[in-house]
Structures are given as C-alpha cells and as structure tokens.
C-alpha cells in the first residue's frame, strides 16, 4: 500500500486501537502563551512611543 493510497481511505467504524492522533475537534481557543506575548509586546510599544514621546516634547 502506497502513502497516496493509505491517507484516502478512512477509520474502521470499530476500530481495535484508539487513534493516536486525533483529527481535528480539539479546542478551539487561543494556543498557550500567545495572549501573554501580545500584551507584552503591546506594552513595549507604549513605552517606546512615550519615551520618544518625551524626547520630543522635553527636548
């Protein structure tokens, strides 16, 4: 059996083995660590544009 052959056919109904890697259906939220490093990046910007902010304004 070629791979081309074995990636088109599906899962017995009753299958002996679980499946060891589940084809979709997990969550559906954000990956870990993403929200964290948006806000950290979001913060470093603010400081950025306040320090130039300042420099600017306070010569």
Same mark, same amino acid.
């Given at each position: 059996?070629?791979?081309?052959?074995?990636?088109?056919?599906? *899962?017995?109904?009753?299958? *002996? =083995?679980?499946?060891? *890697?589940?084809?979709?259906?997990?969550?559906?939220?954000?990956?870990?660590?993403?929200?964290?490093? *948006?806000?950290?990046?979001?913060? =470093?910007? &603010? &400081?950025?544009?306040?320090? &130039? =902010?300042? &420099?600017? =304004?306070?010569?």
């Amino acid at each position: 059996m070629t791979d081309a052959e074995f990636y088109t056919r599906d *899962r017995p109904k009753n299958p *002996r =083995l679980p499946e060891d *890697r589940p084809r979709g259906g997990g969550p559906k939220g954000t990956p870990a660590g993403y929200r964290g490093l *948006r806000t950290t990046t979001t913060v =470093l910007i &603010i &400081i950025v544009a306040v320090v &130039i =902010l300042g &420099i600017m =304004l306070f010569p």
